[in-house]
């Protein structure tokens, strides 16, 4: 390019002639404004700019300090209510019994394994209250917890005494250092044992690794359990009393390892931080010790940060204003000898300037190129979302016919028993007409038109599930419509063993919204709640509703579907109500109910959100407003006006 061309032929263009010497009164003037300048930059300026450095460094181990303490908290209350939940399984309380068999032990292990695997901690066990292991997650290893006593371990005795138990030492069987949980097994308000969990706290020290700090967690005695370096474990920050090694014998919290001080003195302080002196093989190194305690495990996180970037930054600051100062003074003499080319870098400046506004204009006509680029990717994009828009309102739609694919085989099944009955009682009531008995005729013709008017009602229900619904809102009364849902949800009911609770409270309980569509999301919330119950032989659902506070003046509806099913995952929580996602087998369902249902909700107003069942399971709640004063009842035509 021509703009670089004329860069490089610039020192040839402007060579400029020898120099003329300066005359001797003028640099002794110039030597002494540098001497002056140099004395008022570098006798202050050299402390000020130490005490910065080290501010600086404070911030960022303020940081780092806040960062290692937040991270020791989140692993730890990641685990902390699992040795709780773990106690109240059956198989646990079980294996606790003085006489428990050796097939539930052999259970309890089992499980206790699968829980570890899946937590991700490094050891779960069942202590008796004598102390002795009878289950542990690694049974099958060659080292297991199983006839070990740990009685002596604070975690144990805590919980024993039906709190919650806290530790944190050396393993004495697997050797490895870790985080101890306890929490009690009871039955009513006796303990029968203890469980414990365990967690590794070496992948907390793998992010701790770097070359201008370290970090280090003491215990109430100053002894270093965790640090960022591997050698400086179980050191202390000072001589341990008689008293403190007792303790700790008695815990068996370190198991025998030597508790040598690290090589560590004082080197005075900074604002109100110890500066600590370490002395290696390479060297003497200076720390700035931040600490943050962590009451409730009985820590102390202490940050050390490196001061010699701190105090080199500082010479580096110094040493580069005492170059300024020089650069200054050699400025001044060259300013001197070159006001007379003046004009001619002035020229070189317009030329370099006219080069940059031709480059600046050429990268303006990329960026407008890239703009309308830009303009198309975002006019295709909304395309594609309006028609994902329309896409989902079709899918909608599918998915009801799906779920009525569904609902045929179960309805025709229906229709064979009342035809079934139907011809039995017309060939009896022609028997009884030839006979003369008209009376037990007209009995058997009653019962006919009963049936005919159940199979039509069934009837009824299907071709009104099956209609596409429009936006017309109105007053709805839920006891109707779960009367409705029931014929729809009765087949599925039987054989299966699910006991149905209903506690719709005392009618009329009126929402806003439309008969049929509240009746499919109550319909695919209890037959999803029916299907996470197979195989349970205690499986309960409850339907409940009731208003809230204020429902009369404008409130809201809550309607509840509650299982004692399995419940929901937490990682699922937040993709529950997406299309097509669905934790059931293959060809067992689309994925689209309760997407379908949380839409449906959305149209009226309301709210479709799942929670944890307080007894185990899960629990789907509706939450819908009331119908202003004097809102029209919504019909069933009403709802289909719409449909074509």
């Known amino acids: 390019m021509r703009y670089q061309g004329d860069m490089v032929d610039l020192p040839t263009r402007l060579a400029p002639a020898a120099l003329r010497p300066l005359r001797l009164p003028r640099w002794g003037a110039l030597l002494l404004l540098a001497v002056l300048l140099a004395a008022v930059v570098v006798v202050p300026g050299r402390e000020r700019l130490a005490r910065v450095a080290l501010q600086e460094a404070e911030s960022r181990g303020q940081n780092t300090l806040r960062l290692a303490v937040a991270g020791l908290r989140g692993e730890l209350a990641r685990f902390e209510r699992l040795p709780q939940l773990i106690a109240q399984q ?15 032990l052999d259970l309890a292990n089992r499980y206790l394994n699968e829980v570890n695997r899946l937590l991700g901690s490094s050891d779960i066990y069942v202590m008796r209250p004598d102390g002795r292991t009878v289950a542990a997650s690694n049974f099958n290893q060659p080292a297991p917890f199983n006839g070990q006593n740990f009685g002596y371990r604070p975690y144990f005795t805590e919980a024993l005494a039906g709190g919650e138990g806290r530790f944190f030492g050396l393993g004495t069987t697997s050797r490895k250092r870790g985080y101890y949980f306890g929490a009690p097994v009871r039955r009513g308000a006796e303990v029968l044992g203890v469980v414990a969990l365990k967690i590794d706290v070496d992948a907390l020290e793998d992010a701790w690794r770097a070359a201008d700090y370290e970090i280090i967690v003491t215990d109430p005695q100053g ?6 370096r591997l050698a400086w474990h179980f050191g202390t920050l000072a001589p341990l009393s008689a008293e403190a090694q007792a303790e700790v014998a008695a815990t068996r919290r370190y198991d025998g390892n030597p508790l040598t001080p690290l090589p560590l003195t004082a080197a005075g302080a900074f604002q109100g931080h110890d500066l600590l002196r370490l002395t290696e093989a390479e060297g003497t190194r200076e720390f700035m ?39 200054a003074t050699l400025g ?43 303009r198309g990717e975002v006019a295709e994009r909304r395309a594609t979302e309006a028609e994902l828009r329309r896409t989902h309102s079709r899918l909608i739609q599918s998915g009801k016919l799906a779920a009525l694919g569904q609902m045929s085989a179960a309805l025709s099944h229906e229709f064979n028993q009342p035809l079934g009955a139907l011809r039995n009682f017309a060939d009896n009531a022609l028997a009884y007409i030839d006979r ?37 809102l109105g007053a709805v009364d839920v006891h109707a419509v779960w009367a409705d849902a029931c014929e ?3 087949w599925r009911l039987r054989g299966t063993g699910v006991a149905l609770e209903v506690d719709l409270g005392p009618p009329p309980l009126q929402v806003q919204g439309g008969p049929v569509r509240l009746q499919q999301v109550l319909v695919n919330l209890v037959t999803n709640a029916i299907d996470s119950l197979e195989g349970r032989a205690d499986g309960r659902v409850l339907v409940a509703a009731a208003a809230e506070a204020g429902a009369e003046l404008g409130g809201r509806v809550r309607i509840t579907v509650t299982d004692n099913g399995p419940g929901v995952a937490p990682g699922l929580a937040e993709r529950i109500f997406d299309p097509f996602f669905t934790t059931k087998g293959v060809g067992r369902g689309l994925g689209l109910g309760l997407s379908i249902s949380y839409n449906i909700v959305k149209d009226f107003g309301g709210d479709l959100r799942v929670t944890d069942a307080p007894g185990g399971g899960a629990c789907f709640e509706i939450v819908l407003p009331v119908p202003a004063v004097g809102c029209l009842p919504a019909e069933e035509g009403d709802e289909d006006m719409g449909a074509a």
Request: net charge positive; proline share 5%; glycine share 4%.
């Open 289 to 327: 010790v931040l600490s943050e305690d962590m009451p409730r495990e009985g820590w102390t996180v202490n940050v050390l940060m490196d001061t010699a970037s701190a105090r080199a930054q500082a010479w580096t600051s110094t040493l580069a204003s005492l170059l300024a100062v020089g650069l």
């Open 488 to 490: 729809v949800i009765d």
């Open 436 to 472: 003369g008995r008209v009376p037990e005729a007209r009995e058997n013709i009653g019962r006919i038109q009963g049936l005919v008017e159940r199979m039509s009602g069934i009837s009824r229900t299907l071709r009104n599930f099956a209609r596409k619904p429009n936006r017309h």
């Open 332 to 374: 001044l003499a060259v300013y001197l000898q070159r006001r007379g080319r003046m004009h001619e870098r002035l020229q070189m400046q317009r030329e370099a300037q006219a080069q940059l506004e031709h480059r600046v204009a050429e990268r303006t006509r990329e960026l407008d190129e890239l703009n309308a680029r830009l």
């Open 90 to 104: 059956d198989r646990i309380a079980e294996a606790v019994r003085p006489d428990a068999p050796p097939p539930s």
């Open 223 to 228: 002894i270093v359990f965790m640090a960022s």
